[in-house]
């Protein structure tokens, strides 16, 4: 790792190695700082990404990483601690110590997904506990599936989930319901139920039911939608901070389509700009930014 980059990338993921690569062919000197922690590591593929339907999601990481090194772009494993001022550009700490200049940086370090504190959730993410119909419904299409109300995108994610099977049932979970969404839930034949969910009952390496009111209500996967929250904590030295999304699904790092945000020299692209971005409209995303970054190198170097 040198001491300085025309452009450092934080976060390895799609979004990251996209406009890595961009930045990379186009003969800058970047560097990608990647922690790690893939938020789609838990599952087996990945879906509805043209040419790469269910490679392994480390794979396609891995992949992505040669690809990027293979332009002569460098790709280091560490966490970023914090961001500052140096200058006309920015000063990178790491977790471990180390530092590096940037004279841009692209901000690509994605979401974590909070989930309800129900037993059973967490231990089986991103396997039959799943939030994305286009990710993860055709892997669990026909199941008896429950859909776990956790804010307002939950029936619009029960409607979704009802295309997949006929065996949709939406636990309330002590969430309102208005007549509307009744209405809505009841011409697609989904069940609600209502009551406090205390767990899921888990067999083996499978879900068997739902736990609520002293009773398991039998199913074999849950949907659930998640608070999500965008890393960018090692921001806030810079002044950018994470905001409420205007869906109320969580918190993002506003940036415009180009993926500029409101603090000059930074750029921000994939989840933690897009909460509901996928694999591929993350890697877009990430190549847009990457191209605009080395525009404004050129204009202003």
């Given at each position: 790792?040198?001491?300085?980059?025309?452009?450092?990338?934080?976060?390895?993921?799609?979004?990251?190695?996209?406009?890595?690569?961009m930045?990379?062919?186009?003969?800058?000197?970047?560097?990608?700082?990647?922690?790690?922690?893939?938020?789609?590591?838990?599952?087996?593929?990945?879906?509805?990404?043209?040419?790469?339907?269910?490679?392994?999601?480390?794979?396609?990481?891995?992949?992505?990483?040669?690809?990027?090194?293979?332009?002569?772009?460098?790709?280091?494993?560490?966490?970023?601690?914090s961001?500052?001022?140096?200058?006309?550009?920015?000063a990178?700490r790491?977790a471990?110590?180390?530092?590096?200049g940037?004279?841009?940086?692209?901000v690509?370090?994605?979401?974590?997904?909070?989930?309800?504190?129900?037993?059973?959730?967490?231990?089986?993410?991103?396997?039959?506990?799943?939030?994305?119909?286009?990710?993860?419904?055709?892997?669990?299409r026909?199941?008896?599936?429950?859909?776990?109300?956790?804010?307002?995108?939950?029936?619009?994610?029960?409607?979704?989930?009802?295309?997949?099977?006929?065996?949709?049932?939406?636990?309330?979970?002590?969430?309102?319901?208005s007549?509307?969404?009744?209405?809505?839930?009841?011409?697609?034949?989904?069940?609600?139920?209502?009551?406090?969910?205390?767990?899921?009952?888990?067999?083996?390496?499978?879900?068997?039911?739902?736990?609520?009111?002293?009773?398991?209500?039998?199913?074999?996967?849950?949907?659930?939608?998640?608070?999500?929250?965008?890393?960018?904590?090692?921001l806030?030295?810079?002044?950018?901070?994470?905001?409420e999304?205007?869906?109320?699904?969580?918190?993002?790092?506003?940036?415009d389509?180009?993926?500029?945000?409101?603090?000059?020299?930074?750029?921000a692209?994939?989840?933690?700009?897009?909460?509901?971005?996928?694999?591929?409209?993350?890697?877009?995303?990430?190549?847009l930014?990457g191209?605009?970054?080395?525009?404004?190198?050129?204009l202003?170097?």
């Amino acid at each position: 790792m040198n001491d300085a980059y025309e452009v450092v990338v934080i976060g390895g993921g799609a979004a990251g190695l996209s406009g890595a690569l961009m930045l990379a062919r186009s003969r800058r000197s970047v560097l990608v700082i990647d922690a790690g922690q893939p938020r789609n590591a838990p599952a087996e593929g990945i879906h509805g990404l043209l040419g790469r339907e269910g490679m392994s999601p480390l794979e396609l990481l891995a992949r992505g990483r040669e690809e990027v090194r293979g332009y002569g772009g460098e790709v280091e494993e560490g966490e970023v601690a914090s961001v500052g001022r140096d200058g006309d550009g920015f000063a990178v700490r790491l977790a471990d110590g180390r530092g590096v200049g940037a004279k841009r940086l692209l901000v690509t370090a994605g979401l974590v997904d909070e989930l309800p504190p129900i037993p059973g959730l967490r231990e089986r993410w991103g396997r039959d506990v799943v939030h994305c119909p286009y990710c993860h419904g055709w892997e669990i299409r026909d199941q008896a599936i429950g859909v776990l109300a956790t804010g307002p995108m939950s029936v619009h994610q029960a409607l979704l989930f009802s295309q997949l099977s006929d065996d949709v049932m939406f636990f309330a979970n002590g969430q309102e319901v208005s007549a509307e969404q009744r209405e809505q839930l009841v011409s697609r034949s989904v069940e609600i139920v209502t009551g406090e969910v205390e767990g899921l009952e888990i067999a083996g390496d499978r879900i068997t039911g739902v736990r609520l009111d002293g009773k398991t209500v039998r199913r074999e996967a849950i949907a659930v939608a998640t608070r999500m929250v965008a890393r960018a904590a090692f921001l806030a030295d810079l002044g950018l901070k994470t905001v409420e999304h205007p869906t109320g699904m969580g918190e993002h790092i506003p940036a415009d389509p180009t993926g500029r945000t409101e603090v000059a020299g930074v750029w921000a692209a994939g989840n933690v700009a897009d909460l509901s971005a996928q694999v591929g409209s993350a890697a877009a995303a990430g190549a847009l930014a990457g191209a605009q970054i080395n525009a404004d190198l050129v204009l202003n170097p």
